[in-house]
């Protein structure tokens, strides 16, 4: 049979089978017939016996072929420089093979690649900087094989860059700040078993959305940057063969972490008692370090076969199963003389904290008998004050070109804010006085939001209490700007242009998880640059417990709580205090709405059927029917599917995920409280289905075989 006459095929594959001896014409043959295969799309002929040299012919294939796999067998000799010619490839899988050379410049010409597997081959010299002109790279898989030089800094033109494993090669030189500064990295990133150098760049901290970073096996040096713990969900990080020194940092954000191996470095200092904090934690390796001190006994250093200690001579206590030696008595006695020291200086400063509290407050109700304006004193000293000309500045005289928004409680501009040597974006939102309660509670917000610290939530530039030029009182809160506005204005698509940038799935999960732990409805949840969920507000239970545990709806209506039919909990409808589960209930609703691309208030849902129902009733079994469509856009081409075709394109774990993002939202929208999900249970669960979809997308890559 002549497969060249095969003139309509389309997609040929031929996958783990057995054909091919190892012999050289074996495989030409089978490339040299198809080449007049004109409509051939896709070749996947992985996981055979194919032998020889890889033939030139391969650059004579159809130029619409996209997908290209001949992985897995024994195909030697080196990539062609015409590769090139083969414009529409957005998948090259070659790994497995004996394939030598250099990766050739030409590679970078594969201007629409989003997959790009060459492992385990045997490949040499410098990776080409022309790597960074895939500007559509999803995943770059470049492991064992004997590449050498530095990682091209030009990689931080990757902007979509989700998956990097460049291991068991021979890189040197310093990790490059460009690579780490894209926040696109999510998946994986490992430069393991390398001769990189140097320390670890702070912009590690970039890699907000990251789950697994292994930089093990390494010459890095230096201390470990603070900023690791901007990656909140992170859950696996490998660092240890490197020659890391100084005392582990403080990093509580890495709450979600279930790896960590930090042997084989000289780390010294007592070992932070935050690690057995970690609820998550199930390996914890420390071992060959210079740490010193005791061992903690609570969380997984409860646990002798999750944790490894050996080779710091100096480590004591601990639980038995260790085997430590016990601390010395006079670090005991010198412990209990620091905890003396510590309880009298606790108690001095509680007392005189007290003092000063009294005494300001006193000053407080002196001042406001005194003066009629606003009272600016009770912000103290936290937020950078600005005037009423700076933000007419800002604002163009508050232009109707930069309005953004508007509601009862207040009216929102874009604008520009002088930060001398460079020009800040900022939204500005101006209170509306005229709204009763108006003044009270932004003193209230400011008062709360003062000590609270979230990356989620969206950081006060500047507030200005003032006078305007006909002497009426003047209040605007200056915020950080998000250049991709709300979540709401993604979920319920306007026009064209944003229909072309829906959100799909793993971005409404994340975004999910960015907002799980600041509860609020959608047109207050903002979107950044990196597509990172911000919160202008935060749940209700927790600002109103700055001020009063006893504190009602009625008192705080100002907030906008009556306003938010159909996100507000039953129990409020009824005169029940606002509660954190009354803002989980509101977190359901939203989560539905984030998945169902419906809103609480459309139509349909009136008198008993809600939206809570409408899910309830249709899960599991036409989980595919209710969700958003938009959702389930192709991941690269954003070509639109329908419902039938996507039961058809996802595979049946993913659709899982779906239905378990659906029952969160039903739990937590529950109607009586006690019945609802609580905080931690909920971001555990959902940490949990993004790990399971991030999972399967990686044995999908590996796999790389159309369903």
Not at 90 to 116: A, C, E, R, V
Not at 179 to 208: Q, R
Request: aromatic share 8%.
């Amino acid at each position: 049979m002549n497969l060249g006459n095969l003139q309509s095929i389309w997609w040929f594959n031929v996958r783990d089978n057995l054909l091919g001896r190892g012999g050289y014409d074996h495989y030409r043959g089978f490339i040299t017939s198809i080449t007049n295969c004109s409509m051939l799309q896709m070749i996947d002929s992985g996981l055979n016996k194919f032998g020889g040299m890889l033939p030139y012919s391969i650059t004579n294939l159809s130029t619409q072929l996209t997908w290209l796999d001949f992985g897995g067998n024994m195909i030697s000799g080196s990539i062609p420089t015409e590769i090139a010619k083969l414009i529409n490839l957005d998948t090259l899988i070659m790994t497995d093979n004996f394939l030598t050379d250099h990766i050739p410049y030409s590679i970078g010409k594969l201007s629409i690649l989003i997959y790009l597997d060459l492992s385990k081959n045997q490949f040499s010299g410098n990776l080409p900087p022309h790597v960074g002109n895939l500007t559509t790279i999803l995943d770059l898989y470049l492991f064992n094989n004997i590449l050498e030089g530095t990682i091209p800094s030009s990689l931080g033109n990757c902007m979509k860059l989700v998956s990097m494993f460049i291991s068991e090669n021979k890189f040197i030189g310093t990790i490059p700040n460009q690579l780490l500064s894209l926040p696109s990295i999510s998946v994986l990133l490992n430069l393991s078993y390398n001769s990189l150098n140097g320390s670890l760049p702070a912009e590690v901290g970039n890699l907000t959305q990251l789950a697994v970073l292994d930089v093990s096996n390494n010459d890095l040096s230096g201390e470990i940057p603070n900023n690791l713990g901007n990656c909140l969900v992170m859950q696996k990080l490998y660092m240890q063969g490197n020659f890391f020194q100084g005392p582990i940092p403080y990093l509580p954000g890495l709450k979600n972490i279930q790896y960590l191996d930090l042997s084989h470095n000289n780390l010294s200092g007592q070992i932070p008692q935050f690690l057995a904090n970690f609820s998550f934690l199930l390996y914890l390796n420390l071992s060959y370090n210079n740490l010193e001190g005791k061992v903690p006994v609570n969380g997984v250093f409860g646990n002798a076969s999750s944790i490894q200690v050996l080779g710091n001579m100096n480590l004591c206590w601990g639980i038995q199963e260790l085997h430590l030696k016990s601390c010395p008595v006079s670090e005991t006695k010198k412990h209990k003389k620091h905890f003396a020291l510590k309880l009298i200086l606790v108690i001095v400063s509680i007392a005189l904290c007290s003092f000063l509290f009294c005494f300001s407050l006193a000053l407080y109700w002196m001042k406001k008998v005194r003066n009629k304006h606003l009272p600016t004193s009770s912000l103290g000293n936290f937020y950078q004050k600005g005037s009423y000309e700076e933000i007419l500045k800002a604002t163009s005289g508050f232009a109707s070109q930069n309005l953004i928004g508007s509601s009862n409680s207040g009216t929102v501009y874009k604008g520009t804010l002088d930060s001398g040597d460079t020009d800040t974006a900022v939204a500005v939102k101006v209170l509306n006085l005229q709204q009763r309660g108006a003044s009270k509670s932004f003193i209230n917000k400011c008062q709360a939001l003062r000590n609270i610290r979230h990356r989620n939530l969206i950081k006060i530039l500047t507030v200005c209490l003032s006078i305007d030029f006909d002497r009426n009182d003047f209040i605007a809160l200056v915020y950080q700007f998000m250049p991709n506005g709300s979540l709401e204005e993604w979920l319920h698509l306007k026009d064209e242009h944003h229909r072309q940038r829906s959100l799909n799935v793993l971005q409404r999960i994340s975004i999910a998880i960015d907002i799980a732990s600041a509860l609020h409805y959608p047109s207050n949840v903002l979107l950044d640059n990196d597509m990172t969920a911000r919160v202008s507000d935060f749940g209700l239970a927790r600002l109103l417990s700055k001020f009063n545990k006893e504190a009602n709806l009625n008192q705080f209506s100002s907030l906008g709580i009556k306003r938010t039919i159909g996100y507000a909990a039953p129990e409020y409808g009824m005169g029940g205090n606002v509660s954190a589960k009354g803002d989980l209930y509101s977190f359901g609703i939203l989560l539905l709405e984030m998945f169902t691309g419906k809103r609480p208030t459309d139509e349909p849902f009136k008198d008993n059927f809600n939206l809570h129902n409408f899910v309830k009733h249709s899960l599991p079994d036409q989980a595919m029917g209710i969700v958003d469509q938009s959702a389930l856009h192709k991941a690269v081409v954003g070509e639109a599917t329908n419902s039938a075709s996507c039961w058809n394109d996802m595979r049946s774990e993913k659709i899982e995920c779906l239905i378990s993002a659906f029952q969160i939202g039903v739990s937590c929208s529950a109607e009586v409280p006690q019945d609802r999900m609580d905080t931690k249970q909920v971001l555990r669960e959902l940490l949990s289905v993004k790990d399971i979809y991030l999972r399967i997308r990686m044995v999908g890559n590996a796999n790389r075989q159309p369903q």
